[in-house]
C-alpha cells in the first residue's frame, strides 16, 4: 500500500458472539494490524442460540477496508498495466 497512497484511510470492522469483550476486541486488532488509533465501524454482535459456529473466537473476526478504495484501486491497475509492460510477452501466454 506504500506505493498507492501516502496517507491511506483505513476502516475496520468487527464480527463478535454475544458475550465478547468489544473494547478488548478492538484493542487487539488495533495492535495485531498495527494502527494507533484506528476508526472502527459499529461492531455486529452476533446473538446466541443461532446453532451453528460453536467456536467462538475471543477477539472476533475483524474486516478491513480502505476508505477511498476507487483511488486505490486505479492506482493498482495502473501499476500492474506499467509492470505488464515492462515484461517480457511469453510470461502471459
Same mark, same amino acid.
Given at each position: 500500500?506504500?506505493? &498507492?497512497?501516502? /496517507? %491511506?484511510?483505513?476502516? #475496520?470492522?468487527? /464480527?463478535?458472539?454475544?458475550? /465478547?469483550?468489544?473494547?478488548?476486541?478492538?484493542?487487539?486488532?488495533?495492535?495485531? &494490524?498495527? *494502527?494507533?488509533?484506528?476508526? *472502527?465501524? !459499529?461492531? *455486529?454482535? !452476533?446473538?446466541?442460540?443461532?446453532?451453528?459456529? !460453536? /467456536?467462538?473466537?475471543?477477539?472476533?473476526?475483524?474486516?478491513?477496508? #480502505?476508505?477511498?478504495?476507487?483511488?486505490? $484501486?486505479?492506482? @493498482?491497475? @495502473? $501499476?500492474?498495466? @506499467?509492470?505488464?509492460?515492462? &515484461? %517480457?510477452?511469453?510470461? *502471459?501466454?
Amino acid at each position: 500500500t506504500e506505493y &498507492l497512497d501516502p /496517507n %491511506p484511510s483505513w476502516v #475496520l470492522s468487527l /464480527n463478535l458472539h454475544q458475550g /465478547n469483550d468489544e473494547r478488548e476486541a478492538r484493542d487487539h486488532w488495533a495492535a495485531e &494490524l498495527g *494502527f494507533d488509533r484506528p476508526q *472502527f465501524t !459499529k461492531s *455486529f454482535i !452476533k446473538p446466541v442460540g443461532s446453532g451453528h459456529r !460453536k /467456536n467462538h473466537l475471543p477477539q472476533g473476526v475483524c474486516r478491513v477496508r #480502505l476508505r477511498r478504495s476507487a483511488d486505490s $484501486w486505479h492506482r @493498482a491497475m @495502473a $501499476w500492474i498495466e @506499467a509492470i505488464e509492460a515492462l &515484461l %517480457p510477452e511469453q510470461i *502471459f501466454t
